[in-house]
């Protein structure tokens, strides 16, 4: 029963907003960083046009509520899971797509282990972030209605 309450809670139209807009704004900020740290060439993120699709999102929130529903600090794990799926998927999307990329699988295997000991996120990143979240909120309010919102609960319930 506890995976049903947290998909009806975090599925809620605010809740899912706040998610997907906190998973893009990460999903970017780690491109950026990404072409920073790999690239002198200030047009590569445009060039690379890199976002993440809604579906992606909505397939990680299942999966971390499946995973660790049974958690006691469970807001915490799923916030932090959400910001760690962004990047990786980040890191994914760039090295496949970033045809210029020498040792890519070097690369991949570098910042994902920077992602995993925390190490690539950094507080300049956060300020950003949270300075940033509102605006990407309100484009999300923009596109999810209640209607969608719904639909999307009755989807990830079907799932678990």
């Known amino acids: 029963m506890r995976k049903y309450d947290i998909i009806t809670s975090k599925f809620k139209r605010e809740n899912l907003i706040d998610t997907i807009a906190s998973y893009q704004l990460y999903y970017q900020q780690s491109i950026g960083k990404l072409v920073n740290e790999t690239s002198f060439d200030e047009n590569k993120v445009e060039e690379l046009a890199l976002d993440v699709d809604p579906e992606n999102v909505l397939n990680t929130m299942v999966e971390i509520i499946s995973t660790f529903n049974k958690e006691?600090?469970?807001?915490?794990?799923?916030?932090?899971?959400?910001?760690?799926?962004?990047?990786?998927?980040?890191?994914?999307?760039?090295?496949?797509?970033?045809?210029?990329?020498?040792?890519?699988?070097?690369?991949?295997?570098?910042?994902?282990?920077?992602?995993?000991?925390?190490?690539?996120?950094?507080?300049?990143?956060?300020?950003?972030?949270?300075?940033?979240?509102?605006?990407?909120?309100?484009?999300w309010k923009g596109l999810i209605s209640k209607k969608t919102a719904k639909e999307l609960k009755e989807s990830a319930l079907k799932q678990i």
Do not use: P, Q, S, W
Not at 91 to 98: A, P, Q
């Open 72 to 139: 006691e600090n469970f807001d915490f794990i799923f916030a932090d899971n959400i910001r760690v799926n962004a990047m990786i998927h980040a890191l994914k999307d760039f090295t496949l797509k970033n045809e210029e990329l020498d040792k890519e699988e070097k690369i991949y295997e570098t910042f994902y282990e920077k992602i995993m000991d925390d190490k690539f996120f950094t507080v300049a990143m956060g300020i950003y972030f949270e300075e940033e979240l509102k605006d990407r909120v309100d484009y």
